[in-house]
T-cell receptor
Framework: KAGVTQTPRYLIKTRGQQVTLSCSPI?????VSWYQQTPGQGLQFLFE???????NKGNFPGRFSGRQFSNSRSEMNVSTLELGDSALYLC???????????????FGPGTRLTVL | QKEVEQNSGPLSVPEGAIASLNCTYS??????FFWYRQYSGKSPELIMS????GDKEDGRFTAQLNKASQYVSLLIRDSQPSDSATYLC??????????FGSGTRLLVRP
């Protein structure tokens, strides 16, 4: 099976712009979770989508949003970018997702976002 | 207090030694526990998962879980230079979020 893919791999934006990141899960996986990784805060949970519904959300402002399509592909959007949004954005997929599941989370390669 | 705590290291061990990595968590309702390895510039990859108290072995890796003490550990036997990486402890907490520790950097000296 192909792994989790993320596009684009690198992105440079300026403050105030918005950005959309894409994640394609492993075939058959219904859950996609998004994470932000920074040197200062580490890996932080953004949200989880399961069967097109947001099932859980971390402690991020409303500028961070996402959605999932019927084919399980997911997009994450960040509006009004701030310098502090510079980070590696990772998505992970699994079949059953996080809710009470023992499924393995498989991570994609990430999108490196730089905000200037 | 962070939900998942790890010593940031670096933990330096000689080749062939046992590396011991530790993690504590604060949410008593947590049920699933994971160790991920992350090489510099790469995404995390799962090494071990553990769900019940005790030890779980997979090759050179042993995960240990003590829910009463809210403690998870990872032992790496016969450490190799290729094991040098950051090891992330992660926990699915009672609200079904996957929470990561800040990671322990392991250096295996040849």
């Amino acid at each position: 099976k192909a792994g989790v893919t993320q596009t684009p791999r690198y992105l440079i934006k300026t403050r105030g712009q918005q950005v959309t990141l894409s994640c394609s899960p492993i075939s058959g996986h219904r859950s996609v979770s998004w994470y932000q990784q920074t040197p200062g805060q580490g890996l932080q949970f953004l949200f989880e989508y399961f069967s097109e519904t947001q099932r859980n959300k971390g402690n991020f402002p409303g500028r961070f949003s996402g959605r999932q399509f019927s084919n399980s592909r997911s997009e994450m959007n960040v509006s009004t970018l701030e310098l502090g949004d510079s980070a590696l954005y990772l998505c992970a997929s699994s079949d059953g997702g996080l809710a009470g599941s023992t499924d393995t989370q498989y991570f994609g390669p990430g999108t490196r976002l730089t905000v200037l | 207090q962070k939900e998942v705590e790890q010593n940031s290291g670096p933990l330096s061990v000689p080749e062939g030694a046992i590396a011991s990595l530790n993690c504590t968590y604060s949410d008593r309702g947590s049920q699933s526990f994971f160790w991920y390895r992350q090489y510099s510039g790469k995404s995390p990859e799962l090494i071990m998962s553990i769900y019940s108290n005790g030890d779980k072995e997979d090759g050179r890796f042993t995960a240990q879980l003590n829910k009463a003490s809210q403690y998870v550990s990872l032992l790496i036997r016969d450490s190799q230079p290729s094991d040098s990486a950051t090891y992330l402890c992660a926990v699915i907490d009672s609200s079904y979020k996957l929470i990561f520790g800040s990671g322990t950097r392991l250096l295996v000296r040849p």
